[in-house]
T-cell receptor
């Protein structure tokens, strides 16, 4: 399973765009990349998932370069409520089920 | 449709006791997995069930066990509780656990062992 590496923490201000990059050098051909947001004492919440190039939904964009060895979660115009831990997960789903490995996540602090 | 539902949300147990946590997956999802989250170790995979069979297992002692029922609902059990078992236990479900499936998490069960 691909190990992921993310920055431990990031600071931002309200209204700014935040980009969080995740490295996954040994991603497998069939692996998808999924990002989650987690608030204290709550379960991780699905943000976005992609396989290659760019994916966009109502809350975020996900950029994946051609070699797929990294991915960048982009949060436009963050607010204080976006302060949370963000996890990048690679290869959760496989033939024969999954055995997920979460990294340490990135703690995002959004300041007023 | 309803998300992943976990019960109970909070519980306190004494060392040596056992505990059973319950999880109802999203309707139609057949793969259920369990995770332990602690401040020191982060999110760790416990096991995954599909069609009532344990398909994958993480690196936890045999005191941690689980099962899945024919309606895909799942339970996990921890026997002979230790103080270090205090954690947030998360259940997640996906359609069938294959590539491209999205995993959706419940809100978790907070277990405190005293």
């Amino acid at each position: 399973l691909a190990k992921t590496t993310q920055p431990i923490s990031m600071d931002s201000y309200e209204g700014q765009e935040v980009n969080i990059t995740c490295s996954h050098n040994n991603i497998a051909t069939n692996d998808y990349i999924t990002w989650y947001q987690q608030f204290p004492s709550q379960g991780p919440r699905f943000i976005i998932q992609g396989y290659k190039t760019k994916v966009t939904n109502e809350v975020a964009s996900l950029f994946i370069p051609a070699d797929r060895k990294s991915s960048t979660l982009s949060l436009p115009r963050v607010s204080l409520s976006d302060t949370a831990v963000y996890y990048c997960l690679v290869g959760a789903g496989r033939t024969g089920g999954f055995k997920t490995i979460f990294g340490a996540g990135t703690r995002l602090f959004v300041k007023a | 449709k309803a998300g992943v539902t976990q019960t109970p949300r909070y519980l306190i147990k004494t060392r040596g006791q056992q505990v059973t946590l319950s999880c109802s997956p999203i309707s139609g999802h057949r793969s259920v997995s369990w995770y332990q989250q602690t401040p020191g170790q982060g999110l760790q995979f416990l096991f995954e069930y599909f069609s009532e069979t344990q398909r994958n297992k993480g690196n936890f002692p045999g005191r941690f066990s689980g099962r899945q029922f024919s309606n895909s609902r799942s339970e996990m059990n921890v026997s002979t509780l230790e103080l270090g078992d205090s954690a947030l236990y998360l259940c997640a479900s996906s359609a069938d656990g294959s590539s491209g499936n999205t995993i959706y998490f419940g809100e978790g069960s907070w277990l405190t062992v005293v």
